[in-house]
């Protein structure tokens, strides 16, 4: 594959043009219609792939996963298609900084991470809009599904009309200045449309698989990519039960996540579930599902999008995973820009390094990241 040589003019931001828009990429079917959507309005595109990682892995083992070579070539397929200038903008070192290592470094201090939430807050709506600048282009247009709506002079970000396919709770780091910047055109549309329209259109990757694994993770092996990468080796340590007794041997404390079930090999009488985490003393504690539950939690690193700060308590509904149903709680400001939220219901596996979202209807008010959970029964 070669990639088309581009000149662009160097201008300053008074001067970017509002009819540009540089298009994110993936070799993926959603970001192929979005391409094609936004040319289709009579935008003047570019098409940029983000080389984020050099991958050693063949394209039969990562169907589920992005960032491949072959990705590249869709990429660059679909542009060529379209008639828009495309090039591969390598972001590698920036990757492994903002991505990896805090991937690594969540995880050997007791956390879960969220890297896609970080990849699209660093990332791609971090360099891309920087890189779209540089370009001359206004905007960024991306093949997520959620919608940006500008209210009272406030840019609000809001749920998918395609429920199913909302990524919403991924994008709830956003600020302002981005919002003013970011497209997201399947934001009105369903899957099913988006994939009718790429076939329609004669797009080769109509009915591509989504990427679901994290991209640097494909076989989803978390410990075995941690040891590999950094050369280190997590030691084995106790599973202990709530009244102190040993409940068997784990592999390393960073291999264990909140409310896992799987994978423990330990017999009991009923389901044992990861609860807690000792990570100093290389403990990780089990016990019956009762263990998992709590009643509230404490967020920081937190972004407003809906308000510009919380003042006062705000009944809203919450999720603290992507894929989880929304619950009603309460949420009140903490100093340094932390937040409490109060679930309305007792909540399971609240897990620190999580993102907690919270929206009210289908627009989003903000979210931050997990520190910890509290009244844990």
């Known amino acids: 594959m070669k990639n088309t040589d581009i000149v662009f003019r160097s201008v300053g931001p008074m001067e970017l043009d509002k009819n540009g828009v540089l298009i994110a990429m993936s070799g993926g079917v959603d970001s192929s219609v979005a391409a094609f959507l936004m040319k289709e309005q009579g935008y003047s595109c570019l098409g940029t ?8 892995f063949s394209t039969s083992t990562v ?34 900084e903002k991505i990896i290592d805090k991937f690594i470094r969540t995880y050997e201090t007791g956390g879960t991470p969220n890297p896609c939430i970080d990849c699209n807050r660093y990332m791609k ?12 282009l206004f905007y960024i247009c991306t093949g997520h599904y959620a919608r940006i709506e500008e209210h009272n002079g ?22 302002q200045n981005q919002l003013e ?25 109509a009915h591509k698989h989504d990427s679901q694994d994290i991209c640097f993770v494909p076989d989803g092996d978390y410990e075995a990519f941690m040891e590999n990468y950094t050369g280190k080796s997590y030691p084995e340590g106790d599973f202990i039960f709530p009244d102190g007794s040993v409940a068997g041997k784990h592999h390393g404390a960073v291999g264990y996540t909140i409310g896992q079930r799987r994978g423990l090999g330990i017999s009991y009488s009923e389901p044992v579930y990861v609860y ?3 990570m100093e003393n290389n403990i990780v504690y089990v016990g019956t599902e009762s263990q998992l539950y709590s009643t509230g939690l404490i967020a920081d690193d937190v972004n407003w999008i809906a308000i510009e700060s919380l003042t006062g308590s705000l009944h809203v509904t919450a999720k603290t995973r992507y ?8 949420v009140e400001p903490l ?29 989003v008010i903000g979210g931050g990241t997990i520190t910890e959970a509290i009244g844990k029964r």
């Open 49 to 56: 792939t983000m080389r984020l990682y050099d991958s050693n």
């Open 63 to 96: 169907l589920h996963t992005c960032c491949t070579e072959k990705d590249v070539e869709d990429a660059a397929d679909c542009a060529s298609r379209l008639g828009i200038p495309f090039e591969v903008a390598n972001y590698t070192a920036d990757f492994k």
């Open 125 to 136: 709506f971090g360099k891309l809009i920087e890189l779209a600048e540089r370009r001359g």
């Open 154 to 175: 406030r840019f609000l970000l809001k749920k998918a009309v395609d429920q199913s396919k909302d990524q919403s709770y991924v994008l709830y780091s956003l600020t």
């Open 181 to 205: 910047h970011i497209k997201f055109p399947l934001g009105e549309m369903t899957k099913s449309e988006v994939r009718a329209l790429a076939e329609r259109e004669g797009f080769l990757n």
């Open 276 to 278: 807690d985490k000792d």
């Open 323 to 330: 894929r989880q149903m929304e619950f009603p709680a309460t």
């Open 335 to 363: 100093d340094g820009g932390r937040f409490m939220l109060t679930f309305d219901e007792p909540q399971k596996a609240v897990t620190k390094g999580q993102a907690v979202v919270l929206y009210q209807g289908d627009i």
